[in-house]
């Protein structure tokens, strides 16, 4: 898709956008998400502060290992089988792996462990943090028979969603078109009615959904696997419970909200995960949904109070530090009551602290 001159550099996706959009007319939300956030992670990492976001990984070493201590205890209360995997989506720096298995292995557990990574810029960094992981491009190609450990820590809200909105018309599926040589929304003319759920299809007009097809496209493919060959998921996203009208569509660069529409493929483009839905599709997979709770209540629920204190008595010159990162972590106006976490377990699995009875 690069010009015709004679330069060897690629074109921006911003160009190629526009050029798409005069020769055919305007394209698909799910398809400016995709391929922008596919540009995006390819060419950087984007994680730390010299990056353009922070994880709650990198906040502190104390959330990978309350993971690796939930994935401990389910497989203690399971039987403790000889062979099994750690698959972790979208494996950022490799962090999490890293605390998480340390947290496992003081159990006896020492999976062999699996990235779900598309980014070769990413690789080099968790190959230096987690030595001898084998890659995967999606969940098609993981071990078919053994039971997973699968983690996945803002990995959906990076999938493309797809947005309707309600015109006089009737649904209809929100575009991106050019105004100028500026990228705008605008509304589509097949009539989508049919895609939205009955009970919004009367909304008023102007009202947005959002859904994502590739984020249930995952979900689906996920919970097969653990219905097939046992195991449990942790999945960890900033979303709601239920569906919930209004666009959620955000940008960020150098940890700052943008225009998601001012600079595809340059900046971090993400929605809000809605876990109703990926539930339902889990428990039709004949999975067992735990359930989804706030990050914050679940973290407190593992002992990350009690964590904090020790690692606190043991380098007290970075108390305050560890107390900062805690609360980051935890609190209802940070990260703890926005991001959520979703509990799975398979056939013969059983356990999964935190998700209350």
Not at 49 to 59: N, S, Y
Not at 98 to 112: F, N, V
Not at 179 to 191: H, L
Not at 278 to 299: K, Y
Request: charged share 20%; net charge negative.
């Amino acid at each position: 898709m690069n010009g015709a001159g004679s330069s060897t550099e690629p074109d921006d996706l911003g160009t190629i956008f526009r050029r798409l959009i005069r020769n055919t007319g305007p394209i698909s939300l799910t398809q400016y998400m995709g391929e922008s956030n596919t540009r995006y992670y390819a060419s950087r990492d984007p994680l730390g502060q010299g990056g353009d976001f922070v994880t709650a990984p990198e906040i502190s070493q104390m959330f990978g290992e309350l993971i690796g201590l939930w994935l401990a205890d389910v497989w203690i209360n399971s039987g403790k089988p000889d062979y099994v995997h750690y698959v972790e989506l979208g494996p950022g720096r490799g962090t999490l792996a890293k605390d998480a298995l340390r947290a496992m292995k003081r159990y006896g557990l020492e999976p062999e462990v699996h990235f779900v990574e598309g980014s070769s810029a990413l690789k080099e960094v968790q190959q230096e943090a987690v030595p001898g992981a084998r890659y995967h491009d999606d969940l098609s190609t993981l071990p078919p028979d053994d039971p997973l450990l699968i983690v996945g820590n803002e990995f959906l809200d990076a999938l493309p969603v797809r947005q309707m909105v309600k015109t006089a018309d009737g649904w209809r599926e929100r575009e991106i078109a050019l105004q100028e040589d500026a990228f705008v929304f605008a509304a589509g003319n097949r009539p989508m009615d049919a895609a939205v759920p009955e009970d919004w299809r009367d909304a008023e007009d102007g009202t947005i959904l959002e859904t994502s097809p590739a984020q249930a496209a995952v979900m689906y493919e996920l919970a097969g696997r653990l219905s097939d060959q046992g195991g449990a998921a942790l999945l960890f996203d900033y979303g709601h419970a239920e569906l919930q009208a209004g666009s959620t569509l955000q940008a960020v660069r150098g940890h700052q909200k943008v225009d998601p529409l001012a600079m595809p493929g340059e900046a971090d483009l993400t929605a809000l995960v809605e876990f109703g839905t990926l539930a339902r599709i889990a428990q039709s997979r004949e999975v067992c949904w735990i359930g989804t709770v706030e990050q914050g209540a679940w973290l407190q629920a593992l002992g990350i109070d009690a964590r904090t204190q020790a690692l606190s008595q043991a380098a007290p010159h970075h108390a305050e530090d560890l107390r900062a990162a805690r609360d980051r972590l935890v609190e209802a106006d940070q990260m703890g009551a926005l991001f959520k976490v979703m509990g799975l377990t398979g056939h013969g699995w059983h356990g999964g602290a935190g998700f209350g009875s």
